[in-house]
């Protein structure tokens, strides 16, 4: 009886530190960015120099982990996914990624440490950027955000830009590909609004 009992514990004690290890080692996280540039044909040189201030938003976006909403259950609740995540927060990808394409457009882009170069800033500030499920198997990656054009500190025009595209797949890579493909047609509307802009005197 003593023996059953000892290779009893035995056993279970073998088990839990199997499970242990299992626990451990979990799952590896998948890391993303917005992949390569899409390639740029349109032109606002009227637009001269211009500084481009990094991308600024809520504090829940200041980190590399993703987000998404269920609409059909609850679209109040924005949950993280647990295996995969950006490799920089999304205002470092959306800084780099609008920088990109108002370079291959034309603009010349400065940073802010370049303020004595020019006098026009570009300001932009996230409403929203999360890919959203409508069911199961249906999602969009939505991109919202508010852009400002500062000359002398002063206001000359700011407009809200928004983008929702489709998600090929119902999980976190394809919520990827609905976002960088939101953003760069965020990008080319601002570019083609900042075309628009009356020129710096």
Same mark, same amino acid.
């Given at each position: 009886?003593?023996?059953?009992?000892?290779?009893?514990?035995?056993?279970?004690?073998?088990?839990?530190?199997? !499970?242990? *290890?299992? $626990?451990?080692?979990?799952? /590896?996280? #998948?890391?993303?960015?917005?992949?390569?540039? =899409?390639? &740029?044909?349109?032109?606002?040189?009227?637009?001269?120099?211009?500084?481009?201030?990094?991308?600024?938003?809520?504090?829940?976006?200041?980190?590399?982990?993703?987000?998404?909403?269920? !609409?059909? *259950?609850? $679209?109040?609740?924005?949950? /993280?996914? #647990?295996?995969?995540?950006?490799?920089?927060? =999304?205002? &470092?990808?959306?800084?780099?990624?609008?920088?990109?394409?108002?370079?291959?457009?034309?603009?010349?882009?400065?940073?802010?440490?370049?303020?004595?170069?020019?006098?026009?800033?570009?300001?932009?500030?996230?409403?929203?950027?999360?890919?959203?499920?409508?069911?199961?198997?249906?999602?969009?990656?939505?991109?919202?955000?508010?852009?400002?054009?500062?000359?002398?500190?002063?206001?000359?025009?700011?407009?809200?830009?928004?983008?929702?595209?489709?998600?090929?797949?119902?999980?976190?890579?394809?919520?990827?590909?609905?976002?960088?493909?939101?953003?760069?047609?965020?990008?080319?509307?601002?570019?083609?609004?900042?075309?628009?802009?009356?020129?710096?005197?």
């Amino acid at each position: 009886m003593m023996i059953n009992t000892f290779r009893n514990g035995v056993a279970m004690a073998v088990a839990a530190l199997a !499970l242990g *290890a299992c $626990a451990s080692k979990g799952q /590896p996280t #998948a890391q993303y960015d917005f992949g390569p540039p =899409p390639t &740029q044909t349109s032109s606002a040189s009227t637009v001269g120099a211009l500084i481009v201030a990094d991308v600024t938003g809520p504090a829940a976006l200041d980190s590399e982990r993703m987000y998404y909403r269920l !609409l059909y *259950a609850d $679209a109040r609740q924005s949950r /993280p996914y #647990a295996y995969n995540q950006w490799t920089a927060t =999304p205002f &470092q990808l959306l800084t780099q990624r609008i920088k990109t394409s108002l370079s291959h457009g034309g603009v010349k882009v400065l940073s802010a440490t370049d303020a004595a170069a020019s006098a026009t800033v570009l300001r932009m500030e996230v409403e929203e950027f999360t890919q959203n499920f409508d069911s199961a198997t249906s999602s969009q990656g939505l991109l919202r955000l508010r852009a400002s054009v500062f000359r002398d500190h002063r206001l000359v025009d700011q407009k809200t830009f928004s983008s929702s595209k489709p998600a090929p797949s119902a999980d976190a890579a394809g919520g990827v590909r609905a976002l960088a493909d939101a953003s760069d047609a965020v990008a080319a509307e601002m570019l083609t609004w900042l075309a628009a802009l009356p020129p710096s005197k």
